[in-house]
């Protein structure tokens, strides 16, 4: 069975560009979170979905930030406009849902470098 | 806000030797998870603890949860070089609609030969 799937693994853009996250979850999984990691914070959970439904955002840093889960399998993150601030490893995970533990399976990561 | 926190952040070992990494978080919670991060990889799950008292063991790991205490260990037992590598804890944080987990800042394990 395949794993969480991201795209792209790396992505360099320019200050102000769009920048598209991509993830799959794995198959029978109906919880998806998506994390991003830099030296300086560790990892930090900027939202997550249960049943394709948003269930904190919080983490989210601010308005140019997006996520959403069109169906039960997918969800993309947007970035829009970047800032090299943005500048990290994105992770997205996926689980069984919240009434069993949470154990996260990860994708390989999409990492960001905004010029 | 939930905190975790974990400690040492980097710990340098020597091949054969023994040595516990801690993991202390803040609110009560009954679930907490271990990962492992090569550099430049994803995060790999190691185990799942669902109770107080629960020990997992796993080759080389054993990690055990106190729930009284708010304490997670992951010991390390003849350490080989394999083993290096970054390992987090994440503490499961229940709420209304659901949970998630809050993750420390990672321990930086070094094993030299």
């Known amino acids: 069975d395949a794993g969480v799937i991201q795209s792209p693994r790396h992505e360099v853009t320019e200050m102000g560009q769009e920048v598209t996250l991509r993830c799959k979850l794995i198959s029978g999984h109906n919880s998806l979170f998506w994390y991003r990691q830099t030296m300086m914070r560790g990892l930090e959970l900027l939202i997550y979905?249960?049943?394709?439904?948003?269930?904190?955002d919080s983490g989210m840093p601010e308005d140019r930030f997006s996520a959403k889960m069109p169906n039960a399998s997918f969800s993309t993150l947007k970035i829009q406009p970047s800032e090299p601030r943005d500048s990290a490893v994105y992770f997205c995970?996926?689980?069984?849902?919240?009434?069993?533990?949470?154990?996260?399976?990860f994708g390989e990561g999409s990492r960001l470098t905004v010029l | 806000e939930l905190k975790v926190e974990q400690n040492p952040l980097f710990l340098s070992m020597q091949e054969g030797k023994n040595y516990t990494i801690y993991c202390n978080y803040s609110?009560?919670?009954?679930?907490l998870y271990w990962y492992r991060q090569d550099p430049g990889k994803s995060l790999e799950s190691l185990f799942v603890?669902?109770?107080?008292?629960a020990v997992k063991q796993e080759g080389r790991l054993m990690a055990s949860l106190d729930t009284k205490a708010r304490l997670s260990t992951l010991h390390i037992t003849a350490a080989v070089h394999d083993l290096s590598a970054t390992y987090f804890c994440a503490v499961d944080q229940r709420e209304t609609s659901g949970s998630r987990l809050t993750f420390g800042e990672g321990t930086q394990l070094t094993v030299n030969p």
């Open positions: 995970a996926s689980s069984l849902g919240p009434t069993i533990h949470r154990e996260l399976f």
């Open positions: 979905f249960n049943n394709n439904v948003p269930i904190d």
């Open positions: 609110t009560t919670s009954d679930r």
């Open positions: 603890l669902l109770s107080n008292g």
